[in-house]
């Protein structure tokens, strides 16, 4: 079974922000990846790998990403933080990672 690491944030990490605390989902969008593809990702992501850049021009917007959040319905797939994604949201980028990787014929092996 091929490996893949796989480096980046909360997000990538798989948490979800639950019942007041913060925790890795069971059905992350990694875990239903590995199903889907028949493969192992080695995560390396970590909580709270952010960049001072990337934080500031969030900051800087955060007004326009709420609306657009409640525009589109995307809040439906946050947790209550309004940042990382919860069970739909995992599942909502696995499924688009999967589109993603079937409409360009990724073969992992």
Known sequence: ??????FGDSVLKGVIYEDDHYKVAESSFQKI????????VENKARFGSTITKGESI??????????ILEK??????LCSDGIHPNVKGHKL????ITAHV???NIEFS
Not at 1 to 6: D, N, P, Q, R, S
Not at 33 to 40: A, K, L
Not at 58 to 63: D, H, K
Not at 72 to 77: F, G, L, M
């Open 1 to 6: 079974m091929e490996t893949i690491t796989a």
């Open 72 to 77: 589109k319905d995307y809040a439906r797939y």
């Open 102 to 104: 079937r409409r360009k």
């Open 58 to 67: 969030l900051e800087r917007n955060l007004n326009l990403i709420r609306v």
């Open 93 to 96: 980028i696995a499924d688009a």
């Open 33 to 40: 990846c590995e199903e889907s593809f028949g493969i192992t």
